[in-house]
Each structure stands twice: as structure tokens, then as C-alpha cells.
């Protein structure tokens, strides 16, 4: 996810650091302005080769107004392409360019005849750009120059008895123009600065959000397109890509599925909450329509969810609440079984009983704990802590696993055996919980899969992306009948089982966005398959 670069700023002035403009900004001011310098020196020159020249130039400084013009439209050219090309530092060009204006023009003063030619008004221009250009106390350091400069002149024109002392309040007056220029253009243009990089923080912000929401929208989990009236499509995710396997983007809701177009003209129609999009050999998809309002447009939205997903979530919700009720119903049921089980063991001490009594308790016992057993499953169902998902190694993960488990079940080393994937495969996935599964799997296969016979394969592949965990053993194959009821609660063939292990590792297995399924594989084994969610490919649920 790319975000938009920082802006950056210029300090043109030494003296006042915390006036900045943005680059961009500033380089384009200072452009406009260097179009004025080559207009007017322009200006300049076309005057001392029109017929009004004798009467605005003073005959003496003919001279020195010719070389002065001619330098000075010289410079203006080459300051001009510097900037273009941006060869000399900013804040050393502008300030150059500014000190030339006020050397330039009061030289152009003095040909004319000195303060009351008017012409030293023209750095009053000088002195506004330096303000937008510069800033700060520098714009005013140029003012007191500008000053200073027209004084210095006013003195000599009067030594050579060119002008009268009564110019100087002239000077005065306009040199306080000078000053007030720079402080305005400089408050202007601070406000103008400000603004600008309020507008370009905002703009910053918007392009940020908008990046963050177009990840959210690709990553979602479940489809989303987004469509105007005439069902051209403005937005579409890589979940709904996905599920109409559509490799690039349409134009058109109908390019994508003729049915979902028509369920959309009905749903106009009859406002209907929700559809459901039956595939042939795919799994069905869960639509659901709304409408946007924005500025006064209407768009579309649907929502597309695998139904694999949507039941899931509702057979979540349904379980937690028979979980609560299970948990209830086991935590009545103990207590009286505390009591039979206490009871059968005081009888079983009797020494008057007969070995057919004492039969009788062992039978009490027995059962007594196979129903605490399945208590105790019950309540494991029911507490089950809520699925803490991490990008997990696998490969690392098994070879681990498969080590404890042989140590914690004293269990023979030949008859586990893992087969690992060459490629570093991750899931997101809750270690607890794949561990409890795994144990179950691994406990089942060690009992029926007849583990002396040929060793148990614990095989790691990776299907469409996806890791899959397969355990295969040597057991007789399971019948149609009993395929069918294997995942189910208190299914069981053993005399001794709850019929719970392989239903709770379904459910762990199904609230971590997994799969477990049995099948037959190419040796003709029983094989039970975890396929586990890539790492690597997450999306966000809703």
C-alpha cells in the first residue's frame, strides 16, 4: 500500500526558520516573478530606444541608463533559465534576484532625474515578492536596503546640486511605503502558506484514507461489489473476483453473472432481504443488496458470502447457546452421579457381599465414569475458549509436535511416521486448538489404524495454496453409514468412546477458518485431512 510522499519545504529566510513555503509552491512564485523582472527590464530597454527618452532620461545618464537596462534585462534572462532548470539554490537565487531589483532600479532612478521620476516606486514590486518569496525578517532586511538605497541617492543627487532638500520627506514617505509593502505581502503571503499546507495535509489524509479503504474493500472476506443504476461496476474486490472466478475486472454486474444481474432487478422490485445463488459442482453464494446514498447518487452494494462461511457462523452462534445449555444440563447431572458413584464404592466394601454383587458395583463404577467422561467432553465443548489465530510454521510446528506427542504417550517411534512439504508452508491458525486437534486424530489413528501393522503417515502437502495435514493409517475402511454420522456428537463404534473427539476437532477445526474431512486415498487407507487456512493470503472478516 503506497502513501503519498511528505511535502516539502523551503526556508528561503536564515532569520526566521519558522516560515516555510511548500517546493512546489514556492518555485512557481518565483517563476511568475522572474517573468515580471524580464518584462520590465524589457520595458526598460524599449524606452531608451523610443523618442521619449530625452525626455525621461536625464542627458548626462544616457549612459549609464543604457548599461544599466541592458545588464539588468542580461541578468533577469539568465535568472530565468537558473530557476527553470533549478541549477542554484532557492533561497540563494531569490534573495540575489531581489538585491539586483533594488541596485538595478535605483541606478534607473537616478538616470531619470532621481525620486521624482517616479521610478523608485518600482521597488515597492521588488519588495511585495520578496515578501511572498522570502518572508519573515528578511523581506524587511531588503526593505530598510531599498531605504537606504534611495537615501544614499537623494544624498548624492543633492551634492551634485541635481535636486533640492525638500525631496527628503519624499523619501521618507517612501520608504515607509517600502516597509509596509513587506510587512503586508508578508503577512499575505504567511496566510497564503498556511493554507496551502493545510489544504496539502488534507488532500495527505484523504489519499491515506482512501489507500486504507481500498485495502480493506480488496482484503475482505466476503465479495463486495458496488454498481450505479445501469449496473455498470465501480468497485469490485478480490473475494467476488474469486468466487466467479473471474481473472480480471468487468464492466458490467452481467459479465460477471447473468443470475446475480437478475437477482438484483428482482430485489428492486421486491426489496427482498437476501438470495441465494445456487452453482452446479460450486458451492452457493449468500447475496445481499443495499443501497448507498452519496451527494445525492445512488450506487448499489452487494455483499457475496460462500454459504459454507454464512452457516457457519449461524451453526456458530446456535452452538454456543446449546453449549450453554449442554453445560447446564452436565453440571446437574454430576452431582447425582457424585452420589451413585460414592454409593456403588461403599457397597462394593461390603464384606457380606456376594461376587455377583460385587459384579454388579463394577458394572455401576464403570458406567459411572464413562458418563463422567462424556461430562467432561460436554463441558470441554462448551468452555471452548475463543480462537486466537497466528501465522504458525508448520513444517517447524509438526516436527515438534509429533516429537512431544511420542514423549508425553510413550509411544513407538516407528509407528509415527511425518513427511514434510519442501516448501516453508504457514497458517493462521490457534496452536492450542490445532493441538487438540491433532492429538485427537493422532489418539484415533494409533487406536484403530493398527500402527504394528505399517506405521501411521502424518503427511503435510500444500492443495491450491492451502496446507493440509493428512493422517493416514491401516485400518479397515469405514462403511457408507458410518461415513456419514462421523462427525457427528456421541457418534461412536468403540464400547468405549464419547463419539465427541472427531466432532470437537471439526468444530476447532471450522472456528479457525479450517476444514476436517475423511476419504479414502489412492492406497485405499483411511485418510483424515486438515486443510488450514494460508498465512500468507488473510482476509478480514466482517
Known amino acids: 500500500m503506497l502513501l503519498p510522499p511528505p511535502i516539502e519545504t523551503i526556508y528561503p529566510c536564515p532569520f526566521s526558520k519558522g516560515y516555510g513555503i511548500p517546493s512546489k509552491q514556492a518555485w512557481f512564485f518565483l ?97 511585495a515578492a520578496s515578501g511572498l518569496l522570502i518572508g519573515g525578517r528578511c523581506s524587511m532586511v531588503f526593505a530598510a536596503l531599498s531605504t537606504v ?44 502558506e498556511q493554507s496551502e499546507l493545510l489544504a496539502n495535509k488534507q488532500q495527505q489524509t484523504i489519499i491515506t484514507l482512501e489507500a486504507l479503504n481500498q485495502y480493506i474493500i480488496q482484503h475482505l472476506q466476503s465479495g463486495l461489489i458496488i454498481i450505479n443504476k445501469d449496473q455498470q461496476i465501480l468497485t469490485i474486490n478480490e473475494a467476488a473476483l474469486s468466487l466467479f472466478f473471474q481473472c480480471k475486472t468487468p464492466l458490467q454486474l452481467s459479465d460477471v453473472s447473468a443470475p446475480l444481474s437478475s437477482f438484483f432487478q428482482d430485489w428492486l422490485i421486491n426489496n427482498q432481504d437476501f438470495f441465494v445463488l445456487q452453482r452446479p459442482k460450486q458451492a452457493s453464494l449468500h447475496l445481499r443488496f443495499s443501497l448507498l446514498n ?49 454409593a456403588a464404592q461403599l457397597l462394593s466394601e461390603n464384606p457380606d457381599f456376594s461376587s455377583q454383587d460385587t459384579r454388579l458395583t463394577e458394572i455401576i463404577l464403570n458406567h459411572s465414569r464413562r458418563i463422567n467422561k462424556i461430562i467432561n467432553d460436554i463441558l470441554q465443548s462448551s468452555k471452548r475458549s475463543p480462537s486466537n489465530r497466528k501465522k504458525v510454521g508448520i513444517n517447524e510446528y509438526l516436527t515438534h ?60 502437502s500444500e492443495l491450491e495454496t492451502h496446507p493440509c495435514i493428512d493422517i493416514i493409517d491401516n485400518g479397515e475402511l469405514l462403511n457408507a453409514d458410518v461415513i456419514s ?46 486443510q488450514l487456512s494460508n498465512a500468507e493470503n488473510i482476509k478480514i472478516e466482517l
Open 31 to 127: 517563476k511568475v516573478f522572474l517573468l515580471y523582472r524580464v518584462a520590465l527590464s524589457s520595458l526598460l530597454m524599449i524606452l531608451y530606444q523610443s523618442q521619449f527618452s530625452q525626455i525621461i532620461i536625464a542627458t548626462n545618464y544616457l549612459q549609464l541608463y543604457n548599461y544599466t537596462s541592458k545588464i539588468y534585462l542580461i541578468l533577469s534572462v539568465i535568472s530565468g533559465f537558473l530557476a527553470f532548470w533549478r541549477i542554484i539554490n532557492y533561497s540563494v537565487q531569490t534573495q540575489s534576484i531581489i538585491f539586483v531589483d533594488i541596485v538595478a532600479i535605483t541606478l534607473i532612478m537616478h538616470s531619470c532625474g532621481g525620486i521624482s521620476s517616479g521610478f523608485g516606486t518600482l521597488l515597492a514590486g521588488s519588495l
Open 149 to 192: 538605497s534611495i537615501f544614499t541617492e537623494q544624498v548624492y543627487a543633492i551634492r551634485l546640486n541635481e535636486v533640492s532638500m525638500s525631496s527628503y520627506p519624499t523619501v521618507g514617505m517612501l520608504g515607509a511605503t517600502f516597509f509596509i509593502t513587506a510587512f503586508l505581502s508578508y503577512v499575505l503571503a504567511k496566510r497564503s
Open 294 to 342: 452519496a451527494e445525492n447518487k445512488n450506487f448499489y452494494m452487494i455483499m457475496i458470502e460462500d454459504t459454507t462461511l454464512h452457516n457457519q457462523r449461524l451453526q456458530q452462534g446456535v452452538l454456543a447457546s446449546l453449549g450453554h445449555l449442554t453445560a447446564n444440563i452436565a453440571h446437574e447431572i454430576r452431582n447425582p452421579l457424585s452420589a451413585i458413584t460414592h
Open 401 to 460: 509436535y509429533l516429537d512431544d506427542f511420542k514423549l508425553e504417550h510413550g509411544v513407538d517411534k516407528n509407528y509415527l511416521q511425518l513427511n514434510l512439504c519442501e516448501n516453508n508452508l504457514t497458517a493462521l491458525i490457534d496452536e492450542g486448538h490445532l493441538k487438540q486437534i491433532m492429538d485427537n486424530l493422532s489418539q484415533n489413528a494409533l487406536k484403530y489404524g493398527q500402527p504394528e501393522k505399517e506405521s501411521i503417515i502424518i503427511r503435510l
Open 485 to 530: 454420522h462421523l462427525f457427528e456428537p456421541f457418534f461412536t463404534t468403540s464400547t468405549t468412546g464419547t463419539g465427541l473427539g472427531l466432532y470437537l476437532s471439526r468444530e476447532l477445526a471450522e472456528l479457525n477458518q479450517a476444514s476436517l474431512s475423511y476419504q479414502v486415498n489412492s492406497q485405499k487407507k483411511n485418510s483424515f485431512r486438515l
